[in-house]
């Protein structure tokens, strides 16, 4: 393992700094994604239910369903990555709080050493 040093520590806590930022820009995106797919998969399954005159109502429900089931998988996953990059942001948030305990001790130990 290697020593942790203040130079190596501070390097690493702007490493997930910037990391946390990138992260932030594709959350946003993804965000927009996400409300975008949403929104195409219930306007797709509302025309797709106008379309068809013929069955009960669960019947044409199901036809729906199995007509928009790309759009509704579409939303979904980007539901999953809306969920996956705000995991990610927040193991990175973690990482920078272990980083400044780090960074503290280093500092303890150097007045120690004084």
């Not at 927009?32 to 669960?58: F, M, W």
């Amino acid at each position: 393992m290697n020593d942790i040093t203040p130079t190596t520590a501070v390097l690493e806590l702007a490493k997930l700094s910037r990391l946390v930022d990138e992260l932030g820009y594709k959350l946003h995106d993804a965000e927009r994604k996400a409300v975008n797919s949403e929104h195409d998969y219930v306007v797709a399954k509302a025309k797709a239910l106008l379309a068809i005159d013929a069955g009960t109502v669960p019947e044409r429900e199901a036809q729906a369903t199995l007509a928009t089931g790309a759009e509704r998988l579409t939303a979904k996953l980007a539901e999953a990555e809306l969920r996956i990059l705000r995991k990610d942001i927040a193991v990175a948030e973690i990482r920078i709080d272990v980083g400044r305990s780090v960074v503290g001790v280093l500092r303890a130990e150097a007045q120690v050493v004084r």
